[in-house]
């Protein structure tokens, strides 16, 4: 035989409070056999006119006075906030007080329903909070190994000799190490004549070059043109109109050397610094997984390993992919910014060398290739799954490089020497055609003949 559901009538004040969760606790006279027959997790009918609710009950108590209520029974459980008083006398109004006293009361406490959806919102919350803590972390952890190793390789890097070439009308060679100069060597008649009062070694090179632009204006030479200076690595000069940088590469080097003609040129290698430097390089645990070196021309070049990141990536893995780049890029000393994007950051949105921001918008976003367009003196923009092209525009030119080694790669070790190894397109937009997309938002590769 089936049970039957015994039936609890309700006013409106209850019965709403009831349904939305509020209250789990119905007060009721213990004068009512059914109500004394109610059993822990039996299932009754909370009843208000033509609506009613099912209810697990979870416990029966019984109370001999209301002071018994009052100390057991929560007001949180009655529908009221902890800030709220209960209104007993509205409570109890149904029952008249020598019944209280007769019968006694009875609370039924019912289940309350689960909030699946704020647990399970708090707890993505907080899985938010911990990812993000621990984002943060490794960010800061990495961070800290960046700027550790950036300084060991910054003190390894004392013991190289760099090649700053100085010209005015006298020209000069210093060798320069750990930024002072420890050798001059005059390439031409004009700075023979003012050696003698040059007097560099052991001077930095920033007061190196003073002198000698300031000795040169002092004996009537032709200081109008400023100072031309080509060095093959970082030097510590302060920018002044009249002074004109450039970074070369270690071969631009041999190659000027070569056609200076009745100079003895000691061209002091730095075979001993580069095996120095690479031996503790291949102890880092990134070498050969997030970046590589070797010899070039007599150089040590180091690239990033990576060199494709599909277009239809996930973020998840391009965010990964690009914090290894701004790992290894600020390993090396060279400044990163970031850009978040769906909260997801691109974390070698754009960078600088020589102070100069390269960033990845523009025509380098994608490879090129020279276009059949007789008419044309551009580029056809053609994307081969490479997203490590950047640009920098300057002189009406643009300048393409690329972070991997080839083609046209950053050296880590030597960033400076990227404006040698840049692919300079005069006119961006000479011949350049807009290229169209695949049903899979992937750029459609122009062939050309």
């Known amino acids: 035989m089936k049970k ?9 004040d209850e019965f709403t409070k009831i349904k939305k969760n509020e209250q789990n606790v119905i007060i009721r006279l213990n004068d009512n056999d059914d109500n004394k027959k109610i059993n822990d997790k039996e299932v009754i009918i909370l009843v ?20 018994e209520v009052k100390q057991t029974v929560k007001k949180e459980q009655l529908g009221y906030k902890k800030k709220d008083a209960v209104d007993y006398d509205n409570l109890l109004k149904d029952f008249k007080k020598a019944d209280i006293e007769k019968y006694g009361l009875l609370s039924i406490e019912i289940k309350r329903k689960k909030h699946i959806f704020k647990k399970v919102l708090l707890a993505l919350i907080i899985l938010v909070l911990l990812s ?22 910054d003190d390894i890097s004392k013991q190289k000799t760099d090649f700053v070439f100085v010209e005015i009308n006298p020209h000069l060679l210093l060798n320069v190490k750990d930024n002072k100069v420890i050798k001059t060597t005059c390439l031409n008649k004009d700075c023979k004549k003012i050696y003698d009062d040059l007097s560099l070694e052991n001077k930095n090179i920033q007061e190196s070059i003073d002198i000698i632009y300031n000795v040169s204006k002092e004996k009537g030479f032709d200081t109008s043109k400023g100072v031309n200076i080509k060095t093959t690595g970082k030097i510590e000069i302060e920018e002044k109109t009249h002074i004109k940088i450039e970074y070369i590469d270690e071969a ?7 056609k200076i003609e009745d100079v003895d040129i000691d061209s002091t290698d730095n075979d001993d610094y580069y095996s120095n430097l690479w031996e503790t390089l291949k102890k880092d645990p990134d070498y050969g997984k997030l970046y590589s070196c070797d010899m070039e021309n007599g150089e040590l070049a180091c690239y990033l390993t990576w060199n494709e990141l599909s277009s239809n990536a996930n973020p998840v893995a391009k965010e990964k992919k690009y914090s290894e780049i701004k790992y290894v890029l600020e390993k090396f000393g060279i400044k990163t910014e970031a850009k978040t994007e769906f909260g997801f950051t691109h974390y070698a949105e754009s960078f600088y060398i020589d102070g100069k921001k390269f960033d990845g918008k523009g025509l380098c976003d994608t490879h090129m290739v020279p276009t059949s367009d007789p008419e044309a003196t551009g580029f056809v923009g053609t994307d081969i799954g490479y997203y490590n092209d950047f640009s920098h525009a300057r002189d009406g030119k643009l300048y393409c490089i690329t972070l991997v080694k080839e083609p046209y790669g950053l050296n880590l070790l030597n960033p400076s020497s990227i404006w040698k190894r840049a692919r300079v397109i005069d006119d961006p937009m000479a011949g350049y055609i807009k290229p169209t997309y695949d049903e899979n938002g992937n750029i459609t590769v122009t062939p050309v003949n």
């Open 132 to 153: 993000f803590s621990y984002k943060l972390a490794n960010n800061k952890i990495a961070e800290f190994k960046a700027q550790k190793f950036y300084e060991d390789i």
């Open 48 to 67: 208000n006119g033509d609506k009613s609710l099912k209810k697990k009950v979870k416990q029966i108590r019984t109370y001999a006075t209301i002071e």
């Open 252 to 258: 631009t080097k041999n190659e000027i050397i070569s």
């Open 4 to 12: 039957t559901m015994k039936r609890i009538e309700s006013n409106e």
